[in-house]
């Protein structure tokens, strides 16, 4: 009964949507238009390297050989396999919805299980730096100060929510699995993943350029969907309509309702929605607090976009949706924390990491230069993945030997 209640309701939204496309269609086009050309300047060539790559990365074998090398620091604090590093690496560096992405080809691969699948799930989906701090805080809210406590807030809300999933599932068997894995040989694992995949480099590389090409394709309908969405709800004012309704709820916080509107359209995508509020006449600490837990949420545009690749997998759809909800409110939580350190005086505009107008430059570089800077970005955590990974399997070679003797 609960599902055919669902698929009616789903139905009749959708129904309601295509009506109100057909009403206001000039709106719709140039929503949509807008959304084409997000997804065509901005998300394409920021995402394509690290997608191509992680492919490549996958089928050579390279990332068994990164998870042998560092899975005796990931499993004792997340409980997933070494490959988890270069998930979370990506994911704060590429932003949504890499993270996610990832983890569905490592389950796919049989690369970690179902249960650490689910907690890498859990705090590897997160938001890049560029568009916190040049998009957010420098576009909207013209202080790049703003944009590194978001920033630090979403980083630390991610740590915290893979750490309250590091017991999902059933941990018992996964602790054998980790004692027969910690020491093996990194070489050994990238052969034996390069044989069981198989392919020949030529047809590797054909299918990480299609399967690439193929999910940003998917990623881009979404963001033109939900574009299209948003100001279909904006024209009729159901944002307006919630907000007032919300707004008794809200008093008790001091919230305007400028800021319940921006925050309800954030739930549904977060960079609208965030815009509204940067414009909101509440304090710059009520600003980010809102920022920080629409972010870190994602919003259901970037949920949708993760939902495709999940649905593809055994895993979960709710775990998943708990943990954004944990990861706002965490992110929340900490940037009120950093809000009472000194060092972060929103008084001071001035004192920033990097001045605003560098970042300004980096929010706004053309199409040719985000595809280099994505590409260098991706082979430098690569490199630096490997090279902290073996450090690390040599110290605790090491070790094991020097106790083994004594």
């Known amino acids: 009964m609960k599902k055919k209640l669902f698929h009616i309701i789903t139905a009749f939204s959708f129904l309601c949507i295509l009506i109100l ?18 997804w ?18 996958i089928g050579l074998g390279v990332v068994n050989f990164i998870s042998v090398l560092l899975e005796p620091i990931m499993y004792p604090i997340f409980k997933v396999p070494g490959a988890g590093s270069f998930v979370y690496a990506m994911s704060i560096t590429s932003g949504y919805p890499m993270g996610t992405k990832i983890t569905t ?62 017991n999902y599932g059933n941990k018992k068997s996964k602790e054998k699995q980790f004692m027969e894995k910690t020491f093996q040989n990194p070489f050994t694992a990238l052969f034996e993943a390069r044989k069981n995949d198989g392919r020949k480099l030529g047809i590797l590389l054909g299918d990480a350029v299609k399967n690439s090409f193929n999910s940003l ?3 881009g309908g979404f963001i033109i969907f939900f574009s299209v969405l948003i100001e279909l709800f904006s024209i009729t004012e159901i944002f307006d309509i919630f907000s007032n309704l919300l707004s008794p709820f809200f008093f008790i916080l001091n919230i305007s309702n400028e800021s319940i509107k921006g925050f309800l359209s954030g739930i549904i995508e977060m960079t609208n929605g965030i815009n509204i509020i940067s414009g909101s006449e509440d304090s710059l600490i009520i600003k980010g607090i809102l920022t920080s837990f629409i972010i870190s ?21 709710f775990p998943y949706l708990i943990a954004k909800i944990l990861h706002g409110f965490f992110a929340s939580i900490f940037f009120l924390l950093l809000s009472k350190i000194s060092i972060f005086n929103f008084k001071n505009m001035s004192t920033t990491v990097f001045s605003n107008s560098n970042i300004i430059f980096l929010s706004q570089i053309n199409w040719i230069d985000k595809l280099i800077i994505s590409t260098s970005i991706s082979l430098n955590i690569i490199l630096s993945l490997i090279c902290i990974g073996c450090l690390f399997f040599i110290f605790f070679r090491v070790k094991n030997k020097f106790f083994s003797h004594n």
């Open 21 to 38: 496309m057909v009403i206001y269609p000039n709106q719709s086009y140039h929503a949509a238009k807008n959304g084409l050309n997000i």
């Open 40 to 57: 065509l300047n901005n998300v394409l060539p920021s995402l394509l390297p690290f997608f191509i790559s992680t492919e490549l990365l």
């Open 297 to 317: 949420w994602g919003g259901f545009s970037i949920h949708g976009q993760a939902i495709s690749f999940i649905s593809k997998t055994d895993l979960k759809v």
């Open 217 to 219: 394709l998917n990623i």
């Open 105 to 166: 080809e490592l389950r796919n691969k049989k690369i970690c299980s179902q249960v650490e699948a689910q907690r890498l799930l859990a705090f590897c989906s997160t938001s890049g730096p560029l568009f916190i701090i040049g998009s957010v805080a420098v576009g909207m809210f013209h202080n790049s100060l703003l944009g590194w406590m978001i920033l630090l807030s979403h980083y630390f809300g991610s740590i915290t929510t893979g750490l309250c999933f590091r």
